[in-house]
C-alpha cells in the first residue's frame, strides 16, 4: 500500500533541503528522496571538500614560505596525503550527517533513501516499498 504525500522532494543537495524546510513548514506532508550521500554534489564531492583540500595545500604553502614572515621552521615541511584526504572526508562527513539530521528532524518530512520511479512518477526506496505524490508535486532537485 503505498504512502501518500502533498510532495516529493528527489535530491538533497543545495536545492533540495531548502525546499522540503519551506514546504513542510507550510504544513506539506512530504517525501525527500535521495539515492547518495545527504547533501549532494557540494558537500560530497564539490564546493567542501575542495576547500578543505585547497586549505591544507594553502597551510604547507604557508609553511614553506615561513622564513619570510620571520618564522623558523625545524626541518622540511612535508605533505601527509592520508591525513589531508582524512580531515577532508572528516569535514564532509560531518556535514553529509548535519543535511541528514536536520532532514530527519523536519516534522512533516519522511526521508528514504532510494531512487524514484520515474514512470509511475512514484518513489521506490531501498527496502522496496513506493511513495506517491498525491499532487502534481514532484520536484527534480538532482543536480545536473
Ligand atoms: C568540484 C566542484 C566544486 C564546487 N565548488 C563550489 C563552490 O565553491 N561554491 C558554489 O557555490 N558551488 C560550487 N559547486 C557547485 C555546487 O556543488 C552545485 O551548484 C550544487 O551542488 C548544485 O546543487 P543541486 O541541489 O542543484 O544539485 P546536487 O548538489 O548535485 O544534488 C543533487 C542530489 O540529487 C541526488 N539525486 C540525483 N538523481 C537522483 C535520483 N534519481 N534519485 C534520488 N536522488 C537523486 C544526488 O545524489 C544528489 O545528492 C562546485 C561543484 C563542483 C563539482
Redesign the pocket.
Known sequence: MAQRFDAII???????PALAARLAGAGMKLAV??????????VN???IP??ALIASAYAAQLARRAAEYGVTIGGPVAVDMRQVKARKDEISGRSSQGVEQWMRGLDNVTSIR???ASSTRAACGSTGSCWRPTRSSLTL????
Not at 528527489?10 to 533540495?16: D, K, M, N, S, V
Not at 528522496?33 to 557540494?42: D, L, M, V, Y
Open positions: 528527489i535530491g538533497t543537495g543545495q536545492a533540495g528522496i535521495e539515492r547518495g550521500r545527504f547533501g549532494g554534489t557540494c564531492t564539490g564546493c575542495t576547500k532510494g531512487m524514484p532537485a538532482a543536480g545536473r
